[in-house]
């Protein structure tokens, strides 16, 4: 049983958590039983002494203590990060969306919803970030995750969210939906690029980035509820 | 101009943010104009002394001390509670949902969508408390909020959000969107005395009641967009 918070171990788990160089932290077992069901299996395992959980046994302060989420969890995991292709028929898109947590529900949208991919754009917060995992609720290890530098990588056709320009969006239908930084939007390039330009109607100046994506991933993925 | 921790009028304003008798707080200059826009009078209005704002100014260390959301923000203000009857003809119940940022998104959410009321059901977040007004983005001085303790006092017909029972939720609709706490979702004697039961169509196990409640409204609404 691990007892010291000096043990290298953990150490290399804390230093995982803020650095993530190709690895990422997951805590809790709902996470981790999400892991599971992928396929996807934990480097490291370490649970609370006395859990009952399968893993190297950790005093339970001592857990608290390299948690990074600070919230009693029993069981925490280092996994190996997966990146994909960008990948249809159904993706979505943040660009400058710097909130992990919106990442995060984003990411549990897709799953939701039955998108094949999230993309992340510039400038847009790690998605193996302990905010962003836990936000998705295990999502982020049964959607794949891409990265894109340019709306041309991107699954089409691409359809940018914007607040007020373009016709409603109204589904079915299939491609990338890009989403922008809730008060900046997206870049003037951006909406060049893309395809098509819609908005969700709404009677105040604006959704927040993982609100928009979730009500547009329900619109456009309407034609399986037919 | 305020230059200490402990000036009377500062040490009201923290128990006002923690005990919120009748009162509650507000941060940063975007939701102190959503107030003015809803001619909604600030009862007292601290800013940062050099920020040129109007108010009684406070040095912004000490400023950023009472803050409880630690960001620093350069203005809070004090503010009465305004509780509404339920109304209709669209609004959102929330039942058992304890979260304040759920609660304060939802209220983002009714604003987005035209809803007349978000009502608070029993265990639900108290939607003045300093998370679920920052998550409100302002909406919290747009929309009515009311409290309820019984499905009866709901504007009829209501719908209750469920997992997998009922049918999928279809707009344009009027009445009470009811949703429950993500895990326990609501309660059988609330689920019976409700006058219909739908759901959302997802590939997964549940939505967070926020995403839940945002969905729905943005399907009921439908009609205004027709």
Do not use: C
């Not at 190297?56 to 029993?74: C, D, F």
């Amino acid at each position: 049983m691990i007892t010291s918070i000096h043990n290298p171990r953990l150490k290399e788990l804390r230093r995982i958590a803020r650095r993530r160089d190709g690895r990422f932290v997951a805590e809790g077992e709902d996470l981790l039983a999400a892991a599971e069901q992928a396929g996807w299996p934990a480097l490291e395992r370490f649970v609370a002494a006395g859990s009952g959980l399968a893993g190297e046994e950790v005093e339970p302060e001592v857990l608290h203590r390299v948690s990074a989420l600070r919230s009693g969890t029993r069981a925490i995991a280092v996994f190996e990060q997966r990146w994909s292709p960008p990948a249809g028929p159904l993706a979505v898109a943040l660009w400058g969306v710097g909130d992990p947590g919106n990442v995060g529900t984003v990411i549990r949208a897709a799953h939701a919803f039955g998108a094949a991919s999230v993309v992340l754009g510039p400038d847009t917060a790690d998605p193996y970030s302990p905010k962003a995992v836990r936000a998705s609720m295990g999502a982020i290890f049964a959607v794949p995750v891409a990265r894109a530098t340019t709306v041309g990588e991107l699954p089409g056709p691409v359809t940018a969210l914007a607040a007020r320009a373009g016709a409603p969006l109204r589904g079915p239908g299939e491609g990338t939906i890009l989403v922008g930084a809730e008060r900046d939007g997206l870049p003037h390039d951006v909406l060049e690029a893309a395809h098509h330009t819609a908005h969700i109607p709404i009677h105040t100046e604006s959704l927040n980035a993982a609100m928009a994506a979730t009500v547009a991933l329900y619109e456009l993925s309407r034609v399986q509820r037919a």
